[in-house]
């Protein structure tokens, strides 16, 4: 998939106010300070399309952007970031359940994970809350060029171990990508592109 057009249309934290197009959406979701700005931007090749920041919790917002004029990328808060505040972290996430839930135009949701870490409980306790309530999802390894490619297998493989142990019988498909030197970007795309096709087929 070549993108052409890249818009943003809305922010808010009602999932009533999203957009009424029938159109196909694509949630990416992670931790505070996973790379998901910066993943956005270069998926986009728009540079400042999604707002980066060296501060954690930037995005406190459902952001939707338009692509190509036939599919919404969905930019959603991160989540278990310490120095937002209690009450405020939960309202992050009674809205981010919300949109999750009642959204029926989402097709898929992309959950970032830092390559560089192990297993985090909030991440696997994300993917749990997903599994138990049918929607789908895949993994996207963040920051790969960070690591060794020994260390990145390595790591891919111990999550995989754990995530089969505790969570699921299979690992979910994953995408390693990095931000800095476009890996992943091709198959990201192809894939939204693959599911894009899959959907107008279905109407």
Same mark, same amino acid.
């Given at each position: 998939?070549?993108?052409?057009?890249?818009? %943003?249309?809305?922010?808010?934290?009602?999932?009533?106010?999203?957009?009424?197009?029938?159109?196909?959406?694509?949630?990416?979701?992670?931790?505070?300070?996973?790379?998901?700005?910066?993943?956005?931007?270069?998926?986009?090749?728009?540079?400042?399309?999604?707002?980066?920041?060296?501060?954690?919790?930037?995005?406190?917002?459902?952001?939707? %952007?338009?692509?190509?004029?036939?599919?919404?990328?969905?930019?959603?808060?991160?989540?278990?970031?310490?120095?937002?505040?209690?009450?405020?972290? *939960?309202?992050? *996430?009674?809205?981010?359940?919300?949109?999750?839930? *009642? +959204? *029926?135009?989402?097709?898929?949701?992309?959950?970032?994970?830092?390559? +560089?870490?192990?297993?985090?409980?909030?991440?696997?306790?994300?993917?749990?809350?997903?599994?138990?309530?049918?929607?789908?999802?895949?993994?996207?390894?963040?920051?790969?060029?960070?690591?060794?490619?020994?260390?990145?297998? +390595?790591?891919?493989?111990?999550?995989?171990?754990?995530?089969?142990?505790?969570?699921?019988?299979?690992?979910?498909?994953?995408?390693?990508?990095?931000?800095?030197?476009?890996?992943?970007?091709?198959?990201?795309?192809?894939?939204?592109?693959?599911?894009?096709?899959?959907?107008?087929?279905?109407?």
């Amino acid at each position: 998939m070549i993108i052409k057009s890249a818009d %943003f249309v809305i922010s808010n934290t009602n999932v009533s106010k999203c957009p009424k197009e029938q159109l196909p959406e694509y949630a990416f979701i992670g931790r505070s300070n996973v790379g998901k700005s910066s993943l956005i931007n270069m998926l986009t090749d728009k540079s400042k399309l999604a707002k980066t920041s060296g501060k954690p919790g930037k995005t406190q917002l459902i952001n939707h %952007f338009k692509i190509n004029n036939n599919w919404f990328l969905v930019d959603l808060p991160g989540y278990g970031y310490a120095k937002v505040s209690k009450s405020k972290r *939960q309202t992050f *996430q009674e809205f981010i359940k919300d949109y999750f839930l *009642q +959204r *029926q135009q989402l097709v898929c949701s992309f959950v970032l994970v830092d390559s +560089r870490l192990e297993p985090q409980k909030i991440d696997l306790e994300f993917m749990e809350f997903l599994g138990e309530n049918g929607i789908p999802f895949c993994i996207v390894f963040t920051k790969s060029d960070k690591l060794k490619l020994s260390e990145l297998n +390595r790591n891919i493989q111990f999550y995989s171990k754990k995530i089969t142990s505790t969570v699921w019988e299979t690992m979910p498909q994953y995408f390693v990508t990095s931000a800095s030197n476009k890996t992943g970007k091709d198959e990201l795309l192809n894939f939204i592109d693959d599911l894009n096709q899959q959907v107008a087929e279905n109407f």
